[in-house]
């Protein structure tokens, strides 16, 4: 399945730089989601999370408790957003490494790797995402461009 290799390979390649919050806020803006390899993916969200807290306590007067509750979710998104890039990118790599080795199955629409079962949607990969306007974590499948 030299079409599921093509797609994972993006998504595991080395990050030359970091994301600028400029970067990031241009895609988010334009298009709703990051995309590019993991290791830029998931620091980006990151950014965006901190941007979108220090926003939202220079724009409104918050009481004390309003901050603190601002700064414990900003503090909850990023752990989350750690926890889902490690889970992700060992997925991602299990995928890529029986694929490269010819260890996986494909029943129907499901890739199987050994020890591991990954879903995948009939219309292919997806990425890992997640959706501002549904302000929710449990919004983690879309289907994928060319990268995840």
Same mark, same amino acid.
């Given at each position: 399945?030299?079409?599921? /290799? *093509?797609r994972l390979e993006p998504a595991l390649r080395p990050v030359e730089k970091p994301p600028t919050p400029g970067e990031v806020l241009e895609q988010v803006s334009r298009h709703g989601v990051l995309r590019g390899p993991v290791d830029w993916v998931f620091p980006g969200?990151?950014?965006y999370v901190e941007y979108a807290v220090q926003k939202i306590a220079e724009t409104f007067p918050l009481s004390e408790e309003e901050r603190r509750q601002l700064l414990d979710f900003r503090d909850?998104?990023?752990r989350l957003l750690r926890e889902a890039?490690? *889970?992700t /990118?060992?997925?991602?790599?299990?995928?890529y490494k029986a694929v490269a080795e010819g260890t996986y199955r494909v029943e129907?629409?499901?890739?199987?790797?050994?020890?591991r079962d990954v879903d995948r949607c009939k219309r292919g990969l997806r990425?890992?995402?997640y959706d501002p306007r549904r302000k929710r974590l449990g919004a983690f499948s879309?289907?994928?461009?060319?990268?995840?």
């Open positions: 399945m030299n079409k599921i /290799k *093509q969200w990151m950014l909850t998104m990023t890039w490690t *889970q /990118k060992e997925k991602l790599t299990a995928l129907g629409n499901k890739l199987y790797a050994p020890g990425s890992t995402y879309r289907p994928a461009e060319a990268s995840a």
